[in-house]
Structure formats: structure tokens, C-alpha cells
């Protein structure tokens, strides 16, 4: 990445129980010192990210660094969408929140001190976004939507003001123990697919979700398609036993998983509304149609391929 490139840090100093407003007086010093032409702007809530991404624009930025977890790059990403600027914004996430998950699905190397020796090799490169159509509107995740389980772990975890490195798994835990299963229709492609109790539905452009479960182990990030994990309900004994599986990206072998690589993905809720989770952020929705956008977005990543 060029020195002189025009940069807006989007920062969320929330983000990781208040970690960002404590760490960002340091990163920005080292930011600065790289950079020649760089401004920040500090989040206050969900609604600041279109304000924020607009005023860059008008500014001449020309690459947003989202600087907090999964749900900052969720709202940046969308804000640069809604404003038509995916032609003239590109983004480098430089994740510190609660998750993380885009990075690693990105391939982004881990701790501060190695993503701050990438940034003069970091390079452009397309990657694909999934739009969502849900009850409440339209929106475009960079990483993973899912349905069931995800939903629910996601709620959980935002109940807890302080998330330690193991809230995920043990919210992953609690809600397989009080699962509810949800059932569900599924279309892919047009085609109907599956109808019937699952424990988790994965509509995943990344590999990686939940901090760090490699749920699709397979999925690309640039192919135009998007990989469909599909996990059938089980008793909460057999899920347990099974989580190892998971975290070992050995899961796609159990006869309760099913797994796609799609354009389209059409869900339905059959007794009520979905507990979902789209990029980490929560959500409820009777339906959702989840459409893969090839080649939509330019994120800078040093070298290779996501």
C-alpha cells in the first residue's frame, strides 16, 4: 500500500469491552507514521458508519480501515455500499473487537505488530460480498450469515459486557444445552434442497466464523460462490461429542452435515421467526435470501489470494 494513499480509520472504541479506546492513542502514532495523507473518526453507535463513510468520500479518502470487530466491518462495508462507493472505496480491516473473524478468513496475519509490518506489502484484490434479503431489508455480508445456532450464540455472547477468548465456545455449549431446534426450508439454486429441524444453517463466503470455528472449510472468498453448510438437528450428547469435529474442520463427514457450493440461498422459517447472525451482528427474520456478488469488493491483502 502506497504512504500517500487517502485513509479514514472508521474506529469503534467499544469494540473488545472498551480495548480499541485503550489501544488506539499507540496504533495511531504508528499509523501516523506510516501514512502521509490519514484522518480517524470515532463511532458512537450503529448509525454513525453512513455519516462517517460519506464524509470520507467527499473528503477524497479512497481506502476505510475499520478498526474494531466483525460488526465494524459489517457497518463500514455496509455504508460503502448503500452510498454506490464500492468502485471508489476499497478496505483493510485492522480487527481488535470481540471477533476477528473476517481477518482470519482473509488470511490477515494475527497481532498488531505483524499486520503493521504488512501495510507497504499489502495489495488490492476482489473479493465477493453476499447480499442478504431479510424481513427488515437488505443487507451485504463480508463473511458468513447463519441460521439456528449461530443466532443464538450471537445473542448470548452480547448479553456478557466482558467476552474473554473463551465466550464463544462457552456460548456454543449453553446453546446446544437449551437448543430449540429451528425448522426450516431450504432452496439452493432454485432447487428445493432440505425442510425440516436443524441445529445450525451456514451461508458462508469466508471460511471461518464464531472466533476462529472453521465451519466451511472449503469456501473461497473470491470463486463467486458461496458454501451452504447445512447441520440437521441432534441430540445435545451426539452435538457435544461432535463439537471436536468441528474445530478439527473434520465435521463435513458426519451423516447429520450437508454441504453446497451455490449462488442462491433461499431459507424459510416454518413456525415463526429465525434467530440469525450476519458477520457476528444479530438478527431475527421470518426469511432470507442470501445471492452471492462476485468480484464486489477491493480489500488490500498482502499477496496471494483470500
Known sequence: MERDIPVLFVVNPYAGHWRVRREWPGLLERFRSFFTDMRYEMTK???????????????????????????????????????????????????VGTGGDWSRSLGLPSGYEARLRALPALRPHKVDLLKVDIDSGT???????????????????????????????????????????????????????????????????????????????????????????????????????????????????????SSKKVVSVEVNELDGAMKMELDGEYAEASRAEFSIVPSSLTVWLPGGNP
Request: charged residues 20%; without cysteine; glycine residues 10%.
Open 45 to 95: 453507535s450503529q448509525e454513525d458508519f453512513l455519516r462517517i463513510v460519506e464524509e470520507a468520500s467527499a473528503a477524497g479518502a479512497k481506502v476505510l480501515v475499520p478498526v474494531g470487530g466483525d460488526g465494524t466491518v459489517h457497518w463500514t462495508i455496509n455504508a460503502v455500499v448503500k452510498l454506490g462507493l464500492l468502485e471508489e472505496m476499497s478496505i483493510f480491516p485492522f480487527q
Open 139 to 257: 443487507r451485504y455480508v463480508a463473511n458468513v450469515g447463519s441460521v439456528g445456532l449461530g443466532g443464538d450464540v450471537v445473542a448470548e455472547v452480547q448479553e456478557h459486557e466482558r467476552r474473554p477468548p473463551w465466550i464463544y465456545l462457552g456460548a456454543v455449549v449453553h446453546s446446544l444445552r437449551k437448543a430449540n431446534p429451528a425448522r426450516i426450508s431450504v432452496r439452493i439454486d432454485g432447487r428445493e434442497w432440505f425442510e425440516g429441524a436443524i441445529l445450525a444453517l451456514a451461508v458462508a463466503n469466508g471460511p471461518v466464523f464464531g472466533r476462529g470455528i472453521p465451519i466451511a472449510p472449503h469456501a473461497r472468498m473470491d470463486d463467486g460462490l458461496a458454501d451452504v453448510i447445512l447441520i440437521r438437528h441432534m441430540p445435545f450428547a451426539k452435538s457435544l461429542l461432535s463439537l471436536p469435529l468441528l474445530y478439527a474442520r473434520q465435521h463435513l463427514r458426519l451423516k447429520e452435515v
